[in-house]
Protein backbone atom coordinates (compact mmCIF):
# COMPACT_ATOMS: atom_id res chain seq x y z
CA UNK A 1 0.00 0.00 0.00
CA UNK A 2 1.64 3.04 -1.29
CA UNK A 3 0.98 5.96 1.51
CA UNK A 4 2.79 8.82 -0.41
CA UNK A 5 1.83 8.87 -3.76
CA UNK A 6 3.04 11.09 -6.52
CA UNK A 7 0.37 10.27 -9.52
CA UNK A 8 1.89 12.57 -11.95
CA UNK A 9 5.24 10.88 -13.51
CA UNK A 10 6.39 13.88 -15.94
CA UNK A 11 5.35 17.63 -15.89
CA UNK A 12 6.70 19.90 -19.17
CA UNK A 13 6.77 23.60 -17.96
CA UNK A 14 7.53 26.92 -19.90
CA UNK A 15 10.38 28.51 -18.52
CA UNK A 16 9.08 31.46 -16.30
CA UNK A 17 5.54 29.99 -15.83
CA UNK A 18 4.44 28.05 -12.38
CA UNK A 19 5.54 24.70 -11.77
CA UNK A 20 2.80 22.75 -9.88
CA UNK A 21 3.89 19.65 -8.21
CA UNK A 22 1.25 17.29 -6.31
CA UNK A 23 1.25 14.78 -3.85
CA UNK A 24 -1.37 12.66 -1.59
CA UNK A 25 -0.44 10.87 1.31
CA UNK A 26 -3.09 8.22 2.83
CA UNK A 27 -1.32 7.93 6.59
CA UNK A 28 -2.79 11.22 8.59
CA UNK A 29 -0.07 10.22 11.87
CA UNK A 30 2.30 11.77 9.27
CA UNK A 31 3.73 15.34 10.93
CA UNK A 32 6.08 16.03 8.47
CA UNK A 33 6.87 16.71 4.25
CA UNK A 34 9.16 17.41 2.27
CA UNK A 35 10.35 17.85 -0.68
CA UNK A 36 13.66 16.64 -2.56
CA UNK A 37 15.29 17.47 -5.69
CA UNK A 38 17.26 14.81 -7.57
CA UNK A 39 19.22 15.20 -10.87
CA UNK A 40 20.41 11.88 -12.91
CA UNK A 41 23.39 9.98 -10.81
CA UNK A 42 23.63 12.56 -7.53
CA UNK A 43 21.88 12.15 -4.18
CA UNK A 44 18.84 13.75 -3.50
CA UNK A 45 18.65 17.91 -2.37
CA UNK A 46 16.43 18.78 0.27
CA UNK A 47 14.10 21.61 -1.01
CA UNK A 48 11.64 22.70 1.32
CA UNK A 49 9.37 20.96 4.13
CA UNK A 50 6.20 21.66 6.02
CA UNK A 51 5.13 20.84 9.89
CA UNK A 52 1.48 19.17 9.68
CA UNK A 53 0.67 21.83 11.97
CA UNK A 54 0.99 24.62 9.20
CA UNK A 55 -0.42 24.91 5.42
CA UNK A 56 2.04 27.33 4.29
CA UNK A 57 5.37 27.37 4.02
CA UNK A 58 7.73 29.46 1.49
CA UNK A 59 11.45 29.97 0.93
CA UNK A 60 12.11 32.21 -2.38
CA UNK A 61 11.00 30.45 -5.32
CA UNK A 62 9.71 27.50 -3.59
CA UNK A 63 6.15 27.21 -1.70
CA UNK A 64 4.51 24.01 -0.13
CA UNK A 65 1.01 24.14 0.41
CA UNK A 66 -0.63 21.57 2.83
CA UNK A 67 -4.38 20.43 3.16
CA UNK A 68 -4.76 18.18 5.60
CA UNK A 69 -8.16 17.33 5.53
CA UNK A 70 -7.76 16.06 1.74
CA UNK A 71 -4.50 14.17 2.13
CA UNK A 72 -2.58 16.43 -0.41
CA UNK A 73 0.42 18.89 -0.74
CA UNK A 74 2.03 20.68 -3.58
CA UNK A 75 4.87 22.38 -4.20
CA UNK A 76 5.25 25.96 -6.21
CA UNK A 77 7.81 26.80 -7.88
CA UNK A 78 7.85 30.27 -9.48
CA UNK A 79 8.98 31.67 -12.05
CA UNK A 80 10.61 28.10 -13.52
CA UNK A 81 13.92 28.32 -14.28
CA UNK A 82 15.99 25.95 -16.65
CA UNK A 83 18.23 24.29 -13.96
CA UNK A 84 14.75 23.60 -12.17
CA UNK A 85 14.46 20.12 -14.77
CA UNK A 86 14.95 17.66 -12.03
CA UNK A 87 13.15 14.59 -10.41
CA UNK A 88 11.23 15.63 -7.39
CA UNK A 89 10.47 13.49 -4.24
CA UNK A 90 7.98 13.88 -1.97
CA UNK A 91 8.56 12.12 1.90
CA UNK A 92 7.00 11.83 4.98
CA UNK A 93 8.00 11.05 8.38
CA UNK A 94 5.45 10.18 11.37
CA UNK A 95 6.36 11.01 14.62
CA UNK A 96 10.24 10.76 16.22
CA UNK A 97 12.55 8.13 14.24
CA UNK A 98 14.34 7.45 11.08
CA UNK A 99 11.73 6.09 8.37
CA UNK A 100 11.12 8.60 5.29
CA UNK A 101 8.26 7.28 3.37
CA UNK A 102 8.48 8.45 -0.68
CA UNK A 103 6.64 8.98 -3.05
CA UNK A 104 8.11 7.51 -6.48
CA UNK A 105 8.53 10.78 -7.99
CA UNK A 106 7.85 13.41 -10.58
CA UNK A 107 10.05 14.16 -13.41
CA UNK A 108 10.11 18.38 -13.90
CA UNK A 109 10.83 19.14 -17.83
CA UNK A 110 10.83 22.83 -18.06
CA UNK A 111 11.10 24.25 -21.41
CA UNK A 112 12.56 27.16 -22.88
CA UNK B 1 28.09 22.72 6.82
CA UNK B 2 25.48 20.70 5.46
CA UNK B 3 27.66 18.26 4.10
CA UNK B 4 27.54 14.82 3.55
CA UNK B 5 30.90 13.45 1.59
CA UNK B 6 30.91 10.14 -0.10
CA UNK B 7 33.63 8.07 -1.83
CA UNK B 8 34.00 7.02 -4.62
CA UNK B 9 31.98 8.69 -7.01
CA UNK B 10 32.26 5.68 -8.94
CA UNK B 11 32.97 1.95 -8.28
CA UNK B 12 33.48 -0.86 -10.66
CA UNK B 13 33.68 -3.91 -9.26
CA UNK B 14 33.86 -7.83 -9.96
CA UNK B 15 31.51 -10.27 -8.00
CA UNK B 16 34.42 -11.91 -5.97
CA UNK B 17 36.02 -8.67 -5.08
CA UNK B 18 35.64 -6.76 -1.90
CA UNK B 19 35.43 -3.20 -1.74
CA UNK B 20 34.09 -0.33 0.70
CA UNK B 21 31.70 3.10 0.37
CA UNK B 22 33.06 5.71 2.72
CA UNK B 23 30.48 8.45 4.10
CA UNK B 24 31.83 11.16 6.80
CA UNK B 25 29.50 14.26 7.80
CA UNK B 26 30.29 16.97 10.28
CA UNK B 27 27.03 18.30 11.06
CA UNK B 28 27.01 17.01 14.88
CA UNK B 29 24.03 14.33 13.25
CA UNK B 30 23.87 11.31 15.73
CA UNK B 31 22.00 9.12 13.24
CA UNK B 32 23.75 8.24 9.54
CA UNK B 33 21.60 6.40 7.08
CA UNK B 34 22.72 4.02 3.63
CA UNK B 35 20.23 3.97 0.65
CA UNK B 36 20.10 2.21 -2.07
CA UNK B 37 18.61 4.09 -5.40
CA UNK B 38 17.85 2.50 -8.74
CA UNK B 39 16.98 4.59 -11.83
CA UNK B 40 13.72 6.57 -11.50
CA UNK B 41 12.63 5.27 -8.16
CA UNK B 42 13.25 6.24 -4.79
CA UNK B 43 15.62 5.77 -2.41
CA UNK B 44 15.02 2.32 -0.45
CA UNK B 45 16.36 2.53 2.95
CA UNK B 46 19.23 -0.21 4.03
CA UNK B 47 20.73 0.71 7.75
CA UNK B 48 20.42 3.32 9.90
CA UNK B 49 23.11 3.80 12.68
CA UNK B 50 21.87 5.83 16.37
CA UNK B 51 24.66 6.72 18.16
CA UNK B 52 26.97 4.38 16.09
CA UNK B 53 25.28 1.88 17.29
CA UNK B 54 22.79 -0.20 14.29
CA UNK B 55 19.50 0.66 15.02
CA UNK B 56 18.06 -0.55 11.64
CA UNK B 57 18.28 -3.16 8.90
CA UNK B 58 15.51 -3.49 6.66
CA UNK B 59 16.31 -7.35 5.88
CA UNK B 60 19.63 -6.57 3.82
CA UNK B 61 21.91 -9.50 2.35
CA UNK B 62 24.98 -10.41 4.44
CA UNK B 63 27.08 -9.32 1.17
CA UNK B 64 26.48 -5.61 2.70
CA UNK B 65 27.92 -5.31 5.70
CA UNK B 66 27.58 -1.47 7.27
CA UNK B 67 30.20 -0.13 9.80
CA UNK B 68 30.11 3.07 11.92
CA UNK B 69 33.58 3.88 13.72
CA UNK B 70 32.74 7.47 15.14
CA UNK B 71 29.97 9.62 15.12
CA UNK B 72 31.23 11.28 11.56
CA UNK B 73 31.85 8.25 9.93
CA UNK B 74 29.60 5.57 8.01
CA UNK B 75 31.39 3.09 5.90
CA UNK B 76 29.56 -0.32 3.61
CA UNK B 77 31.67 -3.09 3.22
CA UNK B 78 31.09 -4.87 -0.08
CA UNK B 79 31.86 -8.82 -0.71
CA UNK B 80 30.38 -10.84 -3.73
CA UNK B 81 27.66 -8.65 -5.21
CA UNK B 82 25.70 -9.29 -7.73
CA UNK B 83 25.11 -7.51 -10.95
CA UNK B 84 21.97 -6.87 -9.78
CA UNK B 85 23.21 -4.88 -6.75
CA UNK B 86 24.44 -2.40 -9.28
CA UNK B 87 22.75 1.09 -8.14
CA UNK B 88 23.31 4.98 -6.59
CA UNK B 89 24.33 4.14 -2.85
CA UNK B 90 23.38 7.03 -1.02
CA UNK B 91 24.64 7.82 2.68
CA UNK B 92 22.26 9.97 4.58
CA UNK B 93 22.56 12.03 8.12
CA UNK B 94 20.14 13.32 10.85
CA UNK B 95 19.35 14.59 13.68
CA UNK B 96 18.88 11.78 16.24
CA UNK B 97 15.39 10.34 16.08
CA UNK B 98 14.08 13.44 13.36
CA UNK B 99 13.97 11.68 9.81
CA UNK B 100 12.69 15.09 8.59
CA UNK B 101 16.50 16.50 8.78
CA UNK B 102 17.94 14.30 6.34
CA UNK B 103 20.64 15.34 4.20
CA UNK B 104 21.90 12.87 1.57
CA UNK B 105 25.50 12.78 0.07
CA UNK B 106 26.02 12.73 -3.34
CA UNK B 107 26.34 9.22 -3.62
CA UNK B 108 28.40 6.50 -5.08
CA UNK B 109 27.66 4.80 -8.18
CA UNK B 110 28.19 1.37 -8.20
CA UNK B 111 28.68 -1.33 -11.10
CA UNK B 112 28.78 -4.85 -10.39
CA UNK B 113 30.36 -7.00 -13.41
Known amino acids: ?112 | DTEVTQTPKHLVMGMTNKKSLKCEQHMGHRAMYWYKQKAKKPPELMFVYSYEKLSINESVPSRFSPECPNSSLLNLHLHALQPEDSALYLCASSQEGQAETQYFGPGTRLLVL
Open chain 1, 1 to 112: DQQVKQNSPSLSVQEGRISILNCDYTNSMFDYFLWYKKYPAEGPTFLISISSIKDKNEDGRFTVFLNKSAKHLSLHIVPSQPGDSAVYFCAASAGSGYQLIWGAGTKLIIKP
